[in-house]
């Protein structure tokens, strides 16, 4: 079984300013790690993901986040944050099967002028 | 693009009715699944389907039903509403592969059950 922690339910930040959204998980197999956004109204949108590879992923919209195995974390960052950014966040893992996920609680994102 | 439409943005429904919400995906997607999202709890997987008259419960499967007749729609059904499912539903669709495919989401629908 696997679990997603987002540590920070809300984020409030200036516009321009550097976030760092966080997120931890737990697995017993290797894992899939992904980031959605949530915009007011909508649907969940992909942010990026980590399947293999490199483990500083690039996603849309300048966020990137970075797979740490031994600490067990797969933190979203962006280094000048937009009013548009403002958002809810999810973290989402999958380990140990090709359809589910299982997703994080959310963090809100509010990018203040 | 992939799009995933929902049939309804909001609902409002009494305790006691069957409920129907429909999924469609214009991706030839073989995965769908259903999510409710509550403040506070993140979404959490209702029901799957990998392949048409195909279902899979996910981790709160109590008080739904599914059905998939056709590729391009899942539709979720509550048989008799209850408050407590006064949520957000979200429907949505990926390819089968052998990692794991990018979900894409649906709108969503707003349902309140009084």
């Known amino acids: 079984a696997q679990s997603v922690t987002q540590l920070d339910s809300q984020v409030p930040v200036f516009e321009e300013a550097p976030v760092e959204l966080r997120c931890n998980y737990s697995s017993s197999v290797s894992v899939y790690l992904f980031w959605y956004v949530q915009y007011p109204n909508q649907g969940l949108q992909l942010l990026l993901k980590y399947l293999s590879g490199s483990t500083l992923v690039k996603g849309i919209n300048g966020f990137e986040a970075e797979f740490n195995k031994s600490q067990t974390s797969f933190h979203l960052r962006k280094p000048s944050v937009h009013i548009s950014d403002t958002a809810e966040y999810f973290c989402a893992v999958s380990g140990g099967s090709n359809y589910k996920l299982t997703f994080g609680k959310g963090t809100l994102l509010t990018v203040n002028p | 693009d992939v799009k995933v439409t929902q049939s309804s943005r909001y609902l409002v429904k009494r305790t006691g009715e069957k409920v129907f919400l429909e999924c469609v995906q214009d991706?030839?997607?073989?995965?769908m699944f259903w999510y409710r999202q509550d403040p506070g709890l993140g979404l959490r997987l209702i029901y799957f389907?990998?392949?048409?008259?195909?279902?899979e419960k996910g981790d709160i499967p109590e008080g739904y039903s599914v059905s998939r007749e056709k590729k391009e729609r899942f539709s979720l059904i509550l048989e008799s509403a209850s408050t407590n499912q006064t949520s957000m539903y979200l429907c949505a669709s990926s390819q089968r592969g052998v990692l794991m495919e990018t979900q894409y989401f649906g709108p969503g629908t707003r349902l309140l059950v009084l």
């Open positions: 991706m030839d997607h073989e995965n």
């Open positions: 389907s990998y392949d048409v008259k195909m279902k």
